[in-house]
């Protein structure tokens, strides 16, 4: 029998996967602004209330990481605040709680990927909040997967990594990219396609938090490069000559970004029985699947 599932964040880039992936199985309840608010309360809990899913999955989020820094309450009100009133209602109805987190709870500072296990120290609001959000879920509601990734992009949504370095690179002769900032590209289907593998499985025993990103390793310069190279042998028209690998010291930002915010996937890939695909071969399958439809 299919699920009930209320996926809230239904208008973002994992959201929108999550529905074209589910709808097919399941009983998809999709909200997002301005039907719901994360930031009133009440509201969000009466909603919950009156839909009472089987499952809920909460793909919002105040992703905007610089602008965090100076709305700080508003990232919180949506990070933080927003997913213990989810885990409340989620609790009280006896319902799955599946939730997206990030790779920035961490501060990059360790040489190897980091373990679900491992000490989490964010640098700014957003990394933060998202944490907070993280500890609100642990300590309210037993029953729930937290999904913690990474340098997510997709066809859906209106910017990501991959739109804005194909749209510089057809406004800009030469554009600068960070070399010294390292992770691993996630295509959001990707992310989507892995929830949906999670659900049928969704017991107590495999509750807790995960990491999952495609596999391999890039700076954001050399996947900047990668893009371009893929974008070239499906026909897309650059401008840009040239990428300069530039320094975090020599692009200045309002927010702190950790260096080295790897995440280890074995934990998942046990559960999944399969590894994360490698970012190369996802990124390329992104864009033939993104220029097929522009």
């Not at 949504?157 to 992770?183: A, H, Y």
Request: net charge negative.
């Amino acid at each position: 029998m299919s699920e009930s599932i209320l996926l809230l964040g239904s208008n973002g880039q994992v959201g929108q996967e999550l529905e074209k992936i589910l709808a097919p199985n399941h009983k998809i309840i999709p909200l997002a602004r301005p039907e719901i608010d994360l930031t009133q309360p009440d509201r969000l809990r009466q909603i919950i209330r009156e839909i009472q899913p089987q499952i809920i999955i909460n793909a919002a989020a105040y992703t905007a990481v610089d602008k965090a820094e100076t709305e700080p309450e508003l990232a919180t009100a949506i990070n933080a605040t927003a997913p213990q009133i989810i885990a409340e209602a989620s609790q009280e109805l006896g319902c799955f709680l599946i939730h997206l987190s990030t790779d920035y709870v961490f501060d990059g500072q360790q040489s190897r990927p980091y373990q679900e296990t491992d000490a989490t120290n964010p640098l700014g609001i957003y990394g933060k909040t998202k944490l907070a959000g993280e500890i609100a879920i642990g300590q309210t509601h037993p029953h729930h997967i937290i999904l913690r990734t990474a340098w997510v992009y997709g066809t859906f949504g209106k910017s990501n990594f991959v739109k804005t370095m194909l749209r510089l690179g057809k406004e800009r002769p030469e554009i600068g990219v960070v070399t010294d900032q390292i992770g691993s590209p996630t295509w959001a289907q990707d992310i989507a396609d892995v929830i949906a593998q999670m659900i049928p499985q969704l017991t107590p025993e495999i509750a807790g938090t995960y990491h999952y990103t495609n596999s391999g390793v890039i700076s954001w310069y050399d996947f900047a490069v990668a893009i371009f190279e893929e974008a070239q042998q499906l026909g897309f028209p650059l401008t840009a000559q040239k990428i300069i690998p530039i320094t975090t010291a020599e692009y200045p930002t309002l927010a702190r970004r950790p260096a080295y915010p790897v995440l280890a996937c074995g934990k998942i890939s046990q559960v999944l029985g399969t590894y994360p695909p490698h970012w190369r071969q996802r990124l390329r399958l992104m864009l033939k699947d993104w220029f097929s439809k522009s």
